[in-house]
């Protein structure tokens, strides 16, 4: 992680930078291309939008999810990520709170590709109020159409 941006946004972006590159028909000096090359552009931009879209099939969460606090993010372990029966995800784990106050946790979990390993095709959020000094359980879970074995990380914390 650099800053307060987590890789796998900046991941994110650098794909939809490099989308918009291929589509724009310009060259990697910034130049238009001419005709012979455009088709190879154009179906290059075509097969880099599919890929894309098999990497993020549904909206990611929106950049203020993927803001992270790392002390919190520390607190937050994940013990299990499965199918839901009628279709989808569901993460769960814990998370301790070790300030002397209660705290509010927001956990984004990514689900991915499992063959992949980065291809993120979907993700859930969850609200978890901790009582100071306390562990609890946290759930969280989306409903979604995938025919991918699917893997749970956390995204951020917050």
């Given at each position: 992680m650099?800053?307060s941006v987590?890789?796998r946004?900046?991941a994110?972006l650098?794909?939809?930078?490099?989308?918009?590159?291929l589509?724009?028909?310009?060259?990697?000096?910034g130049a238009?291309s001419?005709?012979?090359?455009?088709a190879s552009?154009?179906?290059?931009?075509?097969?880099?939008s599919?890929s894309?879209?098999?990497?993020?099939?549904?909206?990611?969460?929106?950049?203020?999810a993927?803001?992270n606090?790392e002390l919190?993010?520390k607190?937050?372990?994940?013990?299990?990520?499965?199918?839901l029966?009628?279709?989808?995800?569901?993460?769960i784990?814990?998370?301790?709170?070790?300030a002397?106050t209660d705290?509010?946790?927001?956990?984004?979990?990514?689900?991915t590709d499992?063959?992949?390993g980065?291809?993120i095709?979907n993700?859930?959020?969850?609200?978890v109020?901790?009582?100071?000094?306390?562990?609890v359980?946290w759930?969280a879970?989306?409903?979604?159409?995938?025919?991918?074995?699917?893997d749970c990380?956390?995204?951020?914390v917050r």
């Amino acid at each position: 992680m650099v800053g307060s941006v987590p890789i796998r946004s900046r991941a994110r972006l650098a794909v939809t930078l490099g989308v918009a590159l291929l589509a724009s028909g310009c060259t990697s000096t910034g130049a238009m291309s001419d005709d012979s090359t455009l088709a190879s552009a154009d179906s290059a931009s075509a097969s880099a939008s599919a890929s894309a879209a098999e990497q993020i099939r549904y909206p990611p969460p929106p950049a203020s999810a993927l803001v992270n606090d790392e002390l919190k993010a520390k607190s937050v372990v994940i013990t299990g990520c499965d199918e839901l029966l009628n279709g989808g995800q569901q993460a769960i784990g814990t998370v301790e709170n070790l300030a002397a106050t209660d705290q509010r946790f927001t956990i984004t979990i990514d689900f991915t590709d499992a063959d992949d390993g980065t291809a993120i095709v979907n993700w859930a959020s969850v609200d978890v109020q901790v009582p100071a000094g306390r562990t609890v359980p946290w759930v969280a879970e989306k409903a979604f159409k995938t025919s991918r074995r699917l893997d749970c990380s956390v995204a951020a914390v917050r």
